[in-house]
Structures are given as structure tokens and as C-alpha cells.
């Protein structure tokens, strides 16, 4: 795992020093700040995976921080975590809306720093590793939906019709599509359908933006295939939490779906080699050779570039290509001397099944 890079920003050199002890333990390489201004000079030359920040500082406070980490298209990925003895409702809600990913109270932070911390990094790797398409014929409502993804820290494509929408599909696959209903060259129902009529883009969570609160609309949009329908104007934290989710929810649908894969596949190959161990019980020539030769195929298709799906299965073919011996009686499979014709024959039918 590639240790993260942490920008501490704090006014007392005791709690900076605090912080970094505690989070060098988890493997982080830490840079400190004083406070604000401080922070912006050095974000200016030097990527970071977090930062963390007090709010009361000279120059800059922590919130005026937040906000222009934010604000800046080179820095608005960068999750922060406010980290202040300011904890009452009024401050916390003051720290989200400046754009923190979280809020911790210095009084607490023993306790729930570190994991706080770790929380945050891994929900910043999942959001780097997903790509929003947002089709809308609104180029404000793009515009502010780009804007508060990638705060978020998506990577962000956009198209104003479901006809362009479905070109740059074929180019980049979407992990989530937030479209509008009505729009020219082609409507979000029919763009909705397309997708869902494609096997390759039919598992992709689609979501619904629409001013249209018929009740009536949105139970036909859901019946299409919709994974939730957004009212406009929507708050776009809202929007955003509602991403978060089904992204979610659709990577544990897949990751449970690729265990059953991997159960099954591992099923499979233990009857490939019960199947093999008992070919080389009765031949003593076929034993080690199945594996020899699934080991000389592999390699050859690994040279030639082939794709790792079909390495692995030419892996399996080169196990299981002597499997028809199996049903070869003895007499002929362990035969010292030349076949006869009928026994030839015999052996050849048999390898057949």
C-alpha cells in the first residue's frame, strides 16, 4: 500500500507534533503548516492525499482553508478533515459547508483521529477510482453538478443530449449516469432505455434529475431501470450523498458477485484436478505431463500478449487435454506393445466421448 501524504495545518508546533507521531504509526508522511496561508503556498508545489486543519489560526482560518481548497481546481479532490476544540453544532455544520469530507473535536481525537483518518482515505481511493456522467441540456446544471462531484473527489464527463451521451459511452464506460428528462436530439427515457438495453451498460446505476414531481413519472422512471429520481432544485449535498450510496451499494453487489465467481471457479478447478490425479493413478507417464504442458501453454500465451481470461483458460485445456485416457480400460492404455487395429479403434472411440 502506497503510504498517504498529509498536510497538518495547525498554529501550535505541540499539536502538530502530536498528530504526526500518532499518525506516522499508520504509515503516513506528514507535512506541517502553521496555518493557512502557509498551507496554500505549499499545496501550490506539492500533491496530498488529506489535510487536516484546526480552525483558529492567524492569516487564514481553518473554514477560509476549506473553502479554497475547494475552490481551486487543483485541490478540490483533496478530502479535509477539520480538527478543532470548536465543536458545537454551529461550528460542525460551519466545517461542511466550507467543504470538510469530516469534523473531529480535539477533545476526542485520541480516540477517533486515526480511524477517522483511515475512513477518509479509503472513501477518497474509491471516489478517484469512479466516473460520473451527467447529461443534462443545461449547461448551468452541469456545470454546478461537475463542480460539487469533483469537490467530492469523482472524475466528472458530461454530454447536454442522450444521443452524445451514448457516443462518449462507447468510448468511457461510467460507473453512475445523473440524467435529465427532457431534452433534444434524444430524452432521458430513451437514452434510459438504450442503456439498459445494452448487457455491457445495464448494471450501471442510473439516476434521474428532473424538475417533473409526478408521482406518476417517477414510479415509471424507477419501473425503466431508474436507481433513484432527484427533484430539481435539489441540494446538492444531497446529490452527492445519493452518488456515494449507490456506488456503494452497486460495488458490494459486485464484489459479492465476483466471491461467487471466485467460489465457483475454485470449484472447478478441484474437480479439474481430482479428474487429473486420478488420470495419473493409472499412467504412470501421464504423471507430471498434464502440468508441464499447462504450464508451456501458459507461457507461450503470456509471450504472445494474449488477455489474462484466455491464459487462464488455456491453462485449464492444457491440464485436461489427456482427460480421454480416463476412459481407456487398462488393457490398452498400460499395453507395452502395439495396438491392434480393434484396440486402436476402441481407444480412439473412447478418447472421442
Same mark, same amino acid.
Not at 235 to 244: C, G, M, S
Given at each position: 500500500?502506497?503510504?498517504?501524504?498529509?498536510?497538518?495545518?495547525?498554529?501550535?508546533?505541540?499539536?502538530?507534533?502530536?498528530?504526526?507521531?500518532?499518525?506516522?504509526?499508520? *504509515?503516513?508522511?506528514?507535512?506541517?503548516?502553521?496555518?493557512?496561508?502557509?498551507?496554500?503556498?505549499?499545496?501550490?508545489?506539492?500533491?496530498?492525499?488529506?489535510?487536516?486543519?484546526?480552525?483558529?489560526?492567524?492569516?487564514?482560518?481553518?473554514?477560509?482553508?476549506?473553502?479554497?481548497?475547494?475552490?481551486?481546481?487543483?485541490?478540490?479532490?483533496?478530502?479535509?478533515?477539520?480538527?478543532?476544540?470548536?465543536?458545537?453544532?454551529?461550528?460542525?455544520?460551519?466545517?461542511?459547508?466550507?467543504?470538510?469530507?469530516?469534523?473531529?473535536?480535539?477533545?476526542?481525537?485520541?480516540?477517533?483521529?486515526?480511524?477517522?483518518?483511515?475512513?477518509?482515505?479509503?472513501?477518497?481511493?474509491?471516489?478517484?477510482?469512479?466516473?460520473?456522467?451527467?447529461?443534462?441540456?443545461?449547461?448551468?446544471?452541469?456545470?454546478?453538478?461537475?463542480?460539487?462531484?469533483?469537490?467530492?473527489?469523482?472524475?466528472?464527463?458530461?454530454?447536454?443530449?442522450?444521443?452524445?451521451?451514448?457516443?462518449?459511452?462507447?468510448?468511457?464506460?461510467?460507473?453512475?449516469?445523473?440524467?435529465?428528462?427532457?431534452?433534444?436530439?434524444?430524452?432521458?427515457?430513451?437514452?434510459?432505455?438504450?442503456?439498459?438495453?445494452?448487457?455491457?451498460?445495464?448494471?450501471?446505476?442510473?439516476?434521474?434529475?428532473?424538475?417533473?414531481?409526478?408521482?406518476?413519472?417517477?414510479?415509471?422512471?424507477?419501473?425503466?431501470?431508474?436507481?433513484?429520481?432527484?427533484?430539481?432544485?435539489?441540494?446538492?449535498?444531497?446529490?452527492?450523498?445519493?452518488?456515494?450510496?449507490?456506488?456503494?451499494?452497486?460495488?458490494?453487489?459486485?464484489?459479492?458477485?465476483?466471491?461467487?465467481?471466485?467460489?465457483?471457479?475454485?470449484?472447478?478447478?478441484?474437480?479439474?484436478?481430482?479428474?487429473?490425479?486420478?488420470?495419473?493413478?493409472?499412467?504412470?507417464?501421464?504423471? *507430471?505431463?498434464?502440468?508441464?504442458?499447462?504450464?508451456?501453454?501458459?507461457?507461450?500465451?503470456?509471450?504472445?500478449?494474449?488477455?489474462?481470461?484466455?491464459?487462464?483458460?488455456?491453462?485449464?485445456?492444457?491440464?485436461?487435454?489427456?482427460?480421454?485416457?480416463?476412459?481407456?480400460?487398462?488393457?490398452?492404455?498400460?499395453?507395452?506393445?502395439?495396438?491392434?487395429?480393434?484396440?486402436?479403434?476402441?481407444?480412439?472411440?473412447?478418447?472421442?466421448?
Amino acid at each position: 500500500m502506497v503510504s498517504p501524504s498529509i498536510l497538518i495545518v495547525d498554529d501550535s508546533s505541540f499539536i502538530r507534533a502530536q498528530i504526526t507521531k500518532e499518525l506516522e504509526e499508520i *504509515g503516513a508522511l506528514i507535512t506541517q503548516a502553521e496555518h493557512g496561508e502557509s498551507a496554500m503556498n505549499i499545496v501550490k508545489s506539492k500533491k496530498f492525499d488529506l489535510v487536516i486543519t484546526d480552525v483558529e489560526m492567524p492569516v487564514i482560518d481553518g473554514f477560509q482553508l476549506c473553502r479554497m481548497l475547494k475552490e481551486n481546481p487543483g485541490t478540490r479532490t483533496v478530502p479535509v478533515i477539520i480538527l478543532s476544540s470548536l465543536d458545537s453544532d454551529r461550528d460542525v455544520d460551519m466545517g461542511f459547508q466550507a467543504g470538510a469530507s469530516a469534523y473531529v473535536s480535539k477533545a476526542e481525537a485520541k480516540t477517533l483521529l486515526k480511524d477517522t483518518v483511515q475512513n477518509v482515505l479509503k472513501k477518497s481511493v474509491f471516489h478517484r477510482d469512479q466516473l460520473i456522467l451527467v447529461v443534462d441540456d443545461s449547461k448551468m446544471i452541469r456545470n454546478l453538478v461537475t463542480e460539487e462531484l469533483e469537490k467530492a473527489g469523482f472524475k466528472v464527463m458530461t454530454a447536454d443530449n442522450g444521443k452524445y451521451a451514448l457516443k462518449l459511452i462507447k468510448i468511457h464506460i461510467p460507473d453512475l449516469i445523473l440524467s435529465d428528462i427532457n431534452m433534444p436530439e434524444m430524452d432521458g427515457i430513451e437514452f434510459c432505455k438504450s442503456v439498459k438495453r445494452d448487457s455491457d451498460l445495464s448494471a450501471i446505476p442510473f439516476v434521474f434529475m428532473s424538475s417533473n414531481d409526478d408521482r406518476s413519472i417517477m414510479r415509471r422512471m424507477l419501473q425503466l431501470g431508474a436507481s433513484a429520481y432527484l427533484v430539481k432544485p435539489f441540494n446538492l449535498e444531497q446529490l452527492v450523498i445519493t452518488v456515494e450510496k449507490l456506488l456503494s451499494d452497486h460495488f458490494l453487489l459486485l464484489l459479492k458477485e465476483k466471491e461467487r465467481l471466485d467460489t465457483e471457479r475454485k470449484m472447478m478447478l478441484a474437480s479439474i484436478t481430482s479428474l487429473i490425479f486420478a488420470l495419473e493413478a493409472r499412467d504412470h507417464y501421464t504423471r *507430471g505431463h498434464s502440468e508441464a504442458v499447462a504450464m508451456l501453454v501458459t507461457e507461450m500465451a503470456k509471450r504472445i500478449g494474449m488477455p489474462q481470461d484466455d491464459i487462464e483458460s488455456i491453462g485449464i485445456a492444457g491440464r485436461l487435454h489427456d482427460l480421454g485416457k480416463i476412459g481407456v480400460p487398462d488393457s490398452i492404455l498400460l499395453k507395452p506393445g502395439k495396438l491392434a487395429d480393434e484396440e486402436f479403434a476402441r481407444r480412439n472411440r473412447r478418447r472421442k466421448i
